[in-house]
Nanobody
Framework: QVQLVESGGGLVQAGGSLRLSCAASGRTFSSYVMGWFRQAPGKEREFVAAITGSGVNSYYADSVKGRFTISRDNAKNTVYLQMNSLKPEDTAVYYC?????????????????WGQGTQVTVSS
């Protein structure tokens, strides 16, 4: 079992930055691929970024590539999402998720564990 708790959301102006954190319970954090997803009002949850257990490999949605960076600190059981050059269309509830799969993966149903989400609002 893995329990995930996100933090770091808030209100920011367009062009600004935020860093989201996701703290995980358990002693096997480094064995999980970690992902970030988001869900805007009235829209389906969508993939944002994912990172392998070692932190060596990552993958991004085209909409955030070059602006967002996913990273992890296995000693702290934490995964981060650094979000720069934020746009109003980035406004959403952001969720972190974990999967025991070996490689980064994007489908929502591949992820077994989810946090409660943190709100990110970008004003124009």
């Amino acid at each position: 079992q893995v329990q995930l708790v996100e933090s770091g959301g808030g209100l920011v102006q367009a062009g600004g930055s935020l860093r989201l954190s996701c703290a995980a319970s358990g002693r096997t954090f480094s064995s999980y691929v970690m992902g970030w997803f988001r869900q805007a009002p009235g829209k389906e949850r969508e993939f944002v970024a994912a990172i392998t257990g070692s932190g060596v490999n990552s993958y991004y949605a085209d909409s955030v590539k070059g602006r967002f960076t996913i990273s992890r600190d296995n000693a702290k059981n934490t995964v981060y999402l650094q979000m720069n050059s934020l746009k109003p269309e980035d406004t959403a509830v952001y969720y972190c998720a974990a999967t025991a799969r070996i490689f980064v993966t994007t489908p929502i149903h591949h992820y077994n564990y989810w946090g409660q989400g943190t709100q990110v609002t970008v004003s124009s």
